[in-house]
C-alpha cells in the first residue's frame, strides 16, 4: 500500500535534478492517441450501471462530492448554506451519505469549518491565485497559508501552466513543491486546468510532473474554462496514477472537476476508475468529483431507487 | 392555392348566400418567412412583395429581403460550416436522404405549390417534385463516394506517401435557377451541400414560394440551422452584397441573366470566389458530378515513408 | 476475471431483452418472395450457443432447392438488372433504413444465434450492416463514375455463401453490392446461423423488393458446394475457411465464373518501443478478443518489440482481468460464447498443441459457465514462428505473443505466414508506420488502430486469404462484367 509521497521524490530523484532531465524524462513518457484514447473513454462509457450496482454508485459519488462555491459573490451565509447541504444532503433521508467536503475560497474556510464541525466533512480551500495562478510565488504561498491557518484540510491549488506551456518544467514543480510544504498537513490536490494544456500529452506529463512534485491528488480543472473534466482525459489521469503507484508505490488521488452535472456523468466516472485505476481507488479519500450541480441530481437519483417514481427538482434543496 | 368544397358551392345554389357563408370554412393563409440559422424571420426590411401565378392571380405576399438579410445569412453559414464539414460523410448522406423522406411526405403540398407557380398541371408538377425527391437521393449517395471519384494516392517518385482529397470550399451562394422554381434549386442546392458546404440561397425571384417551403422541410430533416439558408426578394439587390461578401467563398450564378452574371462575377473577383457562370441546365436530366466539384478544394498530404532499404535503418 | 472478483461497485446484471425479438418455432428457405420447405423435407436446429437452447428449426436447401432459388433469381434478374439505377437505388436505401429501425431486434437475434455480446452486435454489427446497404445503395445509380467505363453490366446470379461469425454483416457486404450492380442472389448462411437471414428475407419483403433478387437458403456445406457447382451461377462470392476457399477455386476452374474469395488469416499486430502503449493495449485486446478472435483479420499475433516486452505484457495481463465473460445479451459482457462445439474443439484443440509445442499459456482467472461453449481469454508467450499458434489460424480468443528487435525482423516475421489478410502497427513515428505498410503483405493494415471497418473501404487479402475486395468502390468490380 501506499506510503508517503515524499518517497515518491526519492524514487525518481534523478528525474527532477534540472529542468534538462525533468524534461527529458516528461517528452519520454509513452505517447497518447487521442482517437484510441477517447473511443476507449467512450467504450467504457457504455457500461450498464443498473438496480444495485447503481444504488452503491450513488452512495459513493455521493461521499465523494467536493460541494463547491467558488464565485466572487459568495458570502458566509452561502458557504453555511452550502456546508449544511454537505452535511446533510437530504433533509427527507438522513441515510444519504455525507459528501467527502465542501470546496471554498480561502476567506470563506472558516465559515465553512463552522458550517460542517463535527459531522466529518472535511473542508477544501483554492489557493495559489485560482483560478488563473497569475500571482507570484510568496503571494501564492501566502494564500495556502492563510488557507491552512484558517483549518482548511485540503488545498486546491492550480500549477502555472503559462510556465508549464513555456516548457519551463522545473519551475511548476518547484512551485508545487513550495506549495505542498506550505500546505502543512492538509492534502494538496494540484488543479492542472487541463483545457489549457490542450494536448492528452501534455496532460500526460503534467500527472507525472504533480505526482513527483509530491501531489496527495491530481485535478483536472478549475471550472472556469471552456473545456473542464472529460471522461477522456480523466482516463488519463487514472492511468497515470495507477502507473505511478505501480512505480513508486505511492498512491495518488483524481479529482475530475466542472462539467460533471449528471448521475449518469458520475457513474461513467467511476467505471473509468474501476476498470483503470481498480477498486483501490473507489474511496472518497482517493478520487473526488468538483461539482455543485451535481448534488442534488445525484439526490434525486437517488429517492427515485428508493420510491420507484421519478423525483423533481423542488424535491432536493436549493442551496 | 383555391380549396373551396364543390359540393359546398352546390348547395349554395340551393338555399341562401347566408346559409352558404356558415358552411364555407375559409382556410388559413400561411405567411411566408425567410429561413436564415435555422430560424424563420421575416425580413428585416420589413417588406414583402406579391408573388402571383403566371396568371397574375395572388398566391401570397414573400419577405423581401435586404443586404441585412444576407448578411445575417452568411455568419449563419458561416457557423454552421464547421460541424458541417466536419461531419462525416456518412452522416451528411442520412441527413439528404432524411429530406428526401420528408419531402416524399409532403409531396402534395409541393406539387401545388409549384403547379401555381409555373403554371403547370398536376401532373407535371408532380414529374418536378418527384424529380426534386430523387435528386436528394441522387446526392445523398454522392456524399461518400466523391472523394473516391476524385481522390486518390499519387505516386510520387520519392520516398513518400501522397494523398488527395476533396474538402469543401466554405459558404456558397447561390443564385437558384428563376424558371425552375423547385427541381432547378435542388438541383443547385443539394450538390453544395452534399460535400459539406453551406449555402445561402436566392430563390427564385417570381416563383419563391416552393424554396421557402422547403425551408421548413429542411428544418425537420436534421440539416443542422444555418447550412441552407434561404433568401427572398430582388435576386439582384440580394446577390449585389453576396457576390462581394469577403466571407463568401463561392458563387452559383444559375439564376442570374447575362448582365447581372457578368457584374456579380466581376464583384466575386475580389475576394476570388469560385464562380459558376450561367448555362443551360436540362434540370429533368441525370446530373454528372459537375455541380460537386465546382465547389470543391484538393488538398494533397505529403509525408515520408522512409526509403525501403535493405538495411531498414531508415525506418 | 472480473465478475469473480467484483467488491462493492459490482455491476448488477444488466441483460438485453429478449422479448424484442420473436423467433418462430419453424423457418423455410426464402425462394422467389416465399418461404417454402426444403423438397426432400430436411430440416436442422439452430442453438443458442451461450446456452445449447433450440432457437428454431429450419428448412435444409438441398440440390433441388438451390436449382429452384437460381432459377428464381435468374427469372428476377432480367427485370431487376434493366431498372434504372436510381429505382434500385431506392430499394436499398429502403433496405438500410428498414435495418436501422430494425437493429435493436436484430442485434438480440444475432446475439442469440451467434454467441456475441449485445454490446457488439449493438454497436458494431448492425450499423455497419445498415452502413452498407446505405453506402451501395448510392452506387446504383453512379455505376458510370465507378471507373469501369460507362455502363457496366451486372453477371447475372451471384451465389454466395457466407460464415457464421457476422452472420448479417457479411450478409450485408455479400447481397448490398450484388444488387446495386443490377444483379440476383441467392445466398446460403452458415449452418450454425440462419436466423438473420432469414429475417432479413422479411425485410426485403416490407421493402418491396420484387420476388426472386434475393433469395436465401439455409443448409451446410453441402448446400453451399451445390450453389457454387449450379451452371447457372454466373458470380460466385465466398467468405469462410481458406481449405474451403481452395476446393471452391478448383470447382469453378474451367468455366466462367467470377469469384472472390475471402479467407482466413493470422494478422500480425506489431508494437514497437515508442507506441502509445494504453492504446496499443486497447488495441491488442480488440484485435484477438472482438468477436472471442472468431475474426478473419484478426490481430492473433502480437510481434513485440522486444525492449518493452515485459511492460506491455504486464499491462495486456492487467487489462485482460477486467475483461468480462458471460450471458451475451448482458450489456457489460466483452466476451461471449464461441459459436459451436465444434469451433470449440478446434481452438482447445489448437491450444492444447500448443502447450504441448512448449508454449507459456496463461488466462485471467475466470468462470466459464456451465452450459453452451466458452473458452477463456488466452495468451501464449515463448511463442516462435515454428509453433503451430503461429502458424494456423485459431479463430478463437487466443493470442500468441512474438518478439523482434528491428523493424526488418518485424516484417520479416509479419509476412512469414501463408496468409496476407491484416496487419496492425503501433509507433508513433509517421515514416515508420508508412515504411512498414509499405513493405508488409496483407489486405488491410490499420496504425494505431486495429479491426475497423467502413463500407467504403476495400477489404480482402494477399496469398492464401483470398483475392477480389469487398467495400468501397473496389468492391464494385467484383460484381460486374469488366
Known amino acids: 500500500m501506499p506510503t ?190 487541463t483545457g489549457e494544456l490542450s494536448t492528452y500529452d501534455n496532460i500526460r506529463r503534467a500527472s507525472w510532473l504533480g505526482m513527483l512534485a509530491g501531489a496527495d491528488f491530481i485535478k483536472t480543472s478549475t471550472g472556469k474554462v471552456a473545456v473542464n473534466a472529460t471522461p477522456a482525459n480523466t482516463l488519463l489521469m487514472l492511468e497515470a496514477v495507477r502507473d505511478f503507484r505501480a512505480q513508486t508505490g505511492v498512491q495518488v488521488g483524481v479529482k475530475p472537476a466542472g462539467g460533471i452535472r449528471t448521475t449518469k456523468d458520475a457513474v461513467k466516472f467511476l467505471v473509468l476508475v474501476k476498470e483503470t485505476a481498480g477498486e483501490d481507488w473507489l474511496d472518497n479519500h482517493w478520487f473526488r468529483f468538483g461539482a455543485s450541480s451535481l448534488l442534488n441530481d445525484l439526490l434525486m437519483q437517488r429517492q427515485k431507487l428508493a420510491t420507484g417514481r421519478y423525483s423533481g427538482p423542488d424535491y432536493v434543496t436549493v442551496d | ?72 445569412a452568411v455568419v449563419a453559414a458561416r457557423k454552421a460550416f464547421g460541424g458541417w464539414s466536419g461531419a462525416t460523410a ?11 423522406e420528408m419531402l416524399e411526405g409532403r409531396k402534395g403540398q409541393f406539387v401545388q405549390e409549384v403547379a401555381d407557380a409555373e403554371g403547370l398541371s398536376k401532373a407535371k408538377a408532380a414529374e418536378q417534385v418527384e424529380a426534386a425527391i430523387d435528386r436528394w437521393v441522387w446526392y445523398a449517395g454522392w456524399t461518400d463516394k466523391i472523394a473516391q471519384v476524385v481522390g486518390g494516392a499519387n505516386p510520387v517518385a520519392g520516398p513518400y506517401f501522397n494523398l488527395s482529397s476533396p474538402e469543401p470550399t466554405g459558404v456558397v451562394t447561390v443564385l437558384a435557377p428563376q424558371e425552375s422554381s423547385f427541381l432547378g434549386l435542388v438541383s443547385v442546392l443539394a450538390p453544395v451541400i452534399a460535400t459539406g458546404n453551406t449555402a445561402v440561397v436566392i430563390a ?66 475580389d475576394n476570388l470566389k469560385r464562380v459558376v457562370r450561367p448555362q443551360p441546365v436540362d434540370y429533368s436530366a441525370t446530373p454528372g458530378t459537375d455541380r460537386l466539384t465546382a465547389f470543391l478544394e484538393t488538398k494533397t498530404v505529403w509525408h515520408p515513408t522512409g526509403a525501403l532499404g535493405a538495411s531498414g535503418s531508415s525506418y | 476475471m472480473a465478475s469473480a472478483m467484483d467488491s462493492a461497485f459490482a455491476y448488477a446484471p444488466a441483460p438485453e431483452s429478449r422479448s424484442v425479438v420473436d423467433i418462430a418455432p419453424s423457418y423455410g428457405l426464402f425462394i422467389d418472395g416465399e418461404f417454402t420447405e426444403a423438397a426432400d423435407g430436411k430440416v436442422f436446429k439452430t442453438v443458442s450457443p451461450s446456452t445449447e437452447e433450440v432457437l428454431s428449426e429450419v428448412a435444409q436447401a438441398g440440390e433441388a432447392d438451390v436449382d429452384r432459388a437460381v432459377k428464381a433469381a435468374r427469372r428476377a434478374f432480367e427485370k431487376w438488372s434493366a431498372l434504372p439505377g436510381s429505382e434500385r437505388a431506392k430499394y436499398l436505401f429502403r433496405i438500410a433504413r428498414i435495418i436501422q429501425e430494425r437493429s435493436r431486434e436484430l442485434a438480440v437475434l444475432e446475439t442469440l444465434d451467434n454467441g456475441k455480446p449485445i454490446k457488439e452486435t449493438r454497436d458494431a454489427d448492425l450499423p455497419l450492416v445498415a452502413a452498407h446497404f446505405f453506402y451501395y445503395a448510392g452506387w446504383a445509380d453512379k455505376l ?171 499491462s495486456l495481463k492487467r487489462r485482460l482481468a477486467t475483461l468480462r465473460l458471460g450471458d451475451p445479451l448482458d450489456k457489460n459482457t466483452d466476451i461471449g460464447a464461441i459459436n459451436s462445439a465444434e469451433q470449440l474443439a478446434r481452438i482447445s484443440s489448437l491450444v492444447e498443441q500448443g502447450e504441448a509445442e512448449g508454449a507459456e499459456r496463461w488466462s485471467p482467472s475466470c468462470e466459464l459457465p456451465s452450459s453452451g461453449y466458452w473458452f477463456a481469454p488466452t495468451l501464449f508467450t515463448n511463442v516462435t514462428q515454428a509453433h503451430t499458434v503461429a502458424r494456423d489460424e485459431i479463430f478463437g480468443p487466443v493470442l500468441s505473443v512474438l518478439t523482434f528487435r528491428t523493424p526488418d525482423e518485424a516484417v520479416a516475421k509479419a509476412n512469414n505466414s501463408q496468409y496476407g489478410l491484416s496487419a496492425g502497427i503501433w509507433t508513433e513515428k509517421g515514416s515508420r508506420i508508412l515504411a512498414v505498410a509499405g513493405k508488409l503483405r496483407a489486405g488491410v493494415i490499420w496504425s494505431n488502430t486495429f479491426n475497423k471497418f467502413d463500407p467504403t473501404s476495400p477489404f480482402g487479402g494477399y496469398k492464401e486469404s483470398g483475392y477480389g475486395r469487398e467495400g468501397g468502390r473496389h468492391g464494385l468490380e467484383a460484381y460486374l462484367d469488366v
Open chain 2, 90 to 100: 456518412y452522416n451528411r448522406g442520412q441527413v439528404l436522404y432524411r429530406v428526401a
Open chain 1, 4 to 193: 508517503t509521497a515524499s518517497s515518491a521524490a526519492h524514487a525518481l530523484t534523478d528525474v527532477t535534478a534540472s529542468d534538462g532531465s525533468l524534461r527529458r524524462f516528461l517528452h519520454g513518457l509513452p505517447g497518447v492517441d487521442t482517437v484510441g484514447l477517447e473511443a476507449r473513454a467512450a467504450s467504457l462509457g457504455t457500461r450498464s450501471v443498473k438496480t444495485t450496482a447503481k444504488a452503491y454508485a450513488i452512495d459513493l459519488a455521493i461521499s465523494m462530492v467536493d460541494l463547491t462555491t467558488l464565485e466572487g459573490a459568495d458570502t458566509p451565509g452561502k458557504v453555511r448554506a452550502l456546508g449544511a447541504k454537505a452535511v446533510h444532503p437530504d433533509p427527507t433521508d438522513r441515510t444519504a451519505p455525507t459528501t467527502a467536503a465542501v470546496c471554498v475560497y480561502p476567506d470563506m474556510v472558516a465559515a465553512a469549518k463552522e458550517a460542517v464541525a463535527g459531522s466529518g466533512v472535511l473542508v477544501a480551500s483554492v489557493a495559489t491565485a485560482f483560478p488563473a495562478g497569475r500571482a507570484a510565488l510568496d503571494v501564492k504561498l501566502a494564500d495556502v497559508k492563510d488557507a491552512v491557518a484558517a483549518g482548511a484540510d485540503e488545498i486546491d491549488m492550480v500549477i502555472d501552466r503559462g510556465a508549464f506551456l513555456a516548457g519551463k518544467y522545473l519551475k511548476v514543480y518547484d512551485e508545487i513543491v513550495a506549495v505542498k510544504e506550505a500546505s502543512g498537513a492538509a492534502r494538496l490536490k494540484v488543479i492542472f486546468e
Open chain 2, 204 to 269: 427564385s425571384e417570381k416563383s419563391p414560394l416552393p424554396a421557402l417551403s422547403l425551408g421548413e422541410v429542411l428544418a425537420t430533416s436534421d440539416v443542422p440551422g444555418g447550412v441552407v439558408n434561404i433568401l427572398t426578394g430582388g435576386t439582384a439587390e440580394i446577390a449585389a452584397p453576396l457576390a462581394a461578401h469577403q466571407d463568401v467563398n463561392a458563387i452559383d450564378l444559375a439564376g442570374a441573366d447575362e448582365a447581372l452574371a457578368k457584374e456579380l462575377e466581376i464583384a466575386a473577383a
Open chain 2, 1 to 72: 392555392m383555391s380549396d373551396k368544397p364543390k359540393n359546398t358551392e352546390k348547395t349554395s345554389e340551393k338555399t341562401t348566400d347566408k346559409k352558404a357563408e356558415q358552411h364555407r370554412r375559409l382556410s388559413v393563409f400561411k405567411t411566408y418567412k425567410l429561413y436564415v440559422g435555422g430560424k424563420f424571420p421575416r425580413s428585416e426590411s420589413g417588406r414583402v412583395y406579391e408573388v402571383t401565378d403566371p396568371r397574375g392571380t395572388w398566391l401570397a405576399n414573400a419577405p423581401r429581403a435586404s443586404r441585412k438579410d444576407a448578411r445575417d
Open chain 3, 144 to 314: 458510370d463514375h465507378a471507373g469501369f467505363g460507362s455502363n457496366p453490366r451486372p453477371l447475372g446470379v451471384a451465389g454466395q455463401v457466407i460464415p457464421w461469425n457476422f452472420p448479417l454483416l457479411m450478409l450485408a457486404w455479400k447481397i448490398a453490392p450484388a444488387l446495386a450492380t443490377g444483379n440476383t442472389v441467392v445466398l446460403k448462411p452458415a449452418e450454425t446461423t440462419p436466423l438473420s437471414a432469414l429475417f432479413f428475407a422479411d425485410i426485403c419483403r416490407q421493402a418491396g423488393l420484387p420476388k426472386g433478387v434475393v433469395n436465401i437458403l439455409p443448409g451446410y456445406g453441402d448446400t453451399g458446394a451445390a450453389l457454387v457447382a449450379h451452371p447457372d451461377v454466373n458470380k460466385v462470392a465466398f467468405t469462410g475457411s481458406t481449405a474451403v476457399g481452395k476446393a471452391i477455386a478448383r470447382q469453378v476452374a474451367g468455366t466462367k465464373k467470377k469469384v472472390t474469395l475471402e479467407l482466413g488469416g493470422k494478422g500480425a499486430n506489431i508494437v514497437f518501443d515508442d507506441a502509445p502503449i494504453d492504446q496499443a493495449v486497447e488495441g491488442i485486446v480488440t484485435g484477438i478478443f472482438f468477436n472471442q478472435g472468431q475474426v478473419c483479420c484478426a490481430g492473433s499475433r502480437l510481434l513485440v518489440q522486444e525492449s518493452i516486452h515485459d511492460e506491455l505484457l504486464d
